[in-house]
């Protein structure tokens, strides 16, 4: 149950699920995240407040890349930028 991300602050890293579950909190339900999957790019894609909160869900492990790295990341994969905004598509 801790909060992760809370929805309308500023993102500066986007988080990996190593291991565990996360909560994206939706209306009118919420969203199971799992191991592999990932969450708050779209405050970095857009340069926005984060558009939701999450919340763990028991022990969970997460891996944090920073806007920097994200953006170097990018800059030298570009095909990722694609494949990101699919997934954020795919949820929406």
Partial sequence: ?????TQGERGDC?????SGAARVVLDPADVIL??????GEMAL???APRKVSVVSE???DLLTLFTKD???????????????EAVARDRA
């Fill in 58 to 60: 028991g022990f969970t």
């Fill in 45 to 47: 894609l857009e340069d």
């Fill in 34 to 39: 799992g191991r592999g999957d990932f969450f």
């Fill in 1 to 5: 149950g801790e909060q992760v991300i």
């Fill in 70 to 84: 994200f953006r170097t990341l990018l800059a030298r994969h570009p095909e990722l930028k694609s494949e990101i």
């Fill in 14 to 18: 986007m988080y990996f699920i190593s």
